[in-house]
């Protein structure tokens, strides 16, 4: 389940390398197509993390490695989170319900990471309550699936913001021969939140047979 995290940072890393014929860094690209798309809310900034767009603070966060290299990576990233704050531009409705399920179930994960980490088997000692531990059990679930449903809705995001945003805008900036290259990165941009999502959906049925073995312990008991 770990193959497409790691063919998204083979590839990320395999055209982060410079190119002395290469016009333009990914910042100076960017601040170009953010002039053309007529968007001026909007600002790239350097970040130690990873790349994302924040759309309530209008801010485009690329990672310092990245950003200003004359790389085929940071034409095509920086390409990619402006290909969301067209979305946001252009209201569009894929964005707005990620967002607004990111905001909405922000304290319930909060409160099911912090049940997670206590683990039912220590709620069990402490309540000595198999009602409680249930409840308990029911938010993690809860958290998780709302993660997973969050990834899942994030997929066509991230592909629209990658071919249908990005990829025509970097057809007018990039040389032919560079935009095989350009499609392998805007794809592993992409493909980033698959590799969540396949992750989150594997971590949600490990808990859930997990919780299943401690429930019939307790029952047993």
Same mark, same amino acid.
């Given at each position: ?8 940072n ?8 410079i ?22 809310n ?46 946001d531009k252009?209201?569009?409705k894929?964005?707005i319900?990620?967002?607004?399920l990111?905001e909405? !179930? ?7 990471s912090?049940?997670?980490?206590i683990?039912?088997?220590s709620?069990?000692?402490?309540t000595?309550?198999?009602f ?5 059990a ?7 699936s !709302?993660?997973?449903l ?24 990039v040389p ?12 592993a ?7 969540q ?5 594997f ?19």
């Amino acid at each position: 389940m770990f193959l497409p995290s790691l063919w998204v940072n083979y590839i990320l890393k395999k055209y982060n390398k410079i190119l002395p014929d290469m016009p333009f860094t990914g910042r100076e690209l960017g601040k170009k197509i953010l002039e053309e798309e007529k968007i001026t809310n909007v600002s790239i900034n350097p970040i130690q993390q990873l790349d994302h767009y924040n759309p309530k603070e209008k801010k485009i966060h690329i990672a310092t490695d990245k950003l200003d290299k004359k790389s085929i990576t940071s034409i095509a990233v920086v390409a990619h989170e402006i290909g969301h704050a067209i979305q946001d531009k252009e209201k569009y409705k894929p964005l707005i319900l990620r967002q607004s399920l990111v905001e909405k !179930t922000m304290i319930f994960q909060r409160i099911g990471s912090f049940l997670l980490i206590i683990g039912l088997p220590s709620i069990f000692a402490f309540t000595k309550s198999p009602f409680i531990t249930l409840i308990a059990a029911i938010i993690i679930m809860g958290c998780l699936s !709302t993660n997973v449903l969050i990834h899942l809705i994030t997929l066509p995001v991230e592909f629209d913001a990658s071919f249908k945003r990005a990829l025509p805008i970097l057809k007018r900036f990039v040389p032919r021969e560079n935009m095989y290259q350009c499609k392998s990165v805007l794809r592993a941009a992409a493909l980033t939140y698959l590799a969540q999502s396949i992750v989150s959906i594997f971590r949600l049925k490990i808990i859930l047979l997990s919780f299943i073995n401690i429930f019939k312990s307790i029952i047993r008991r």
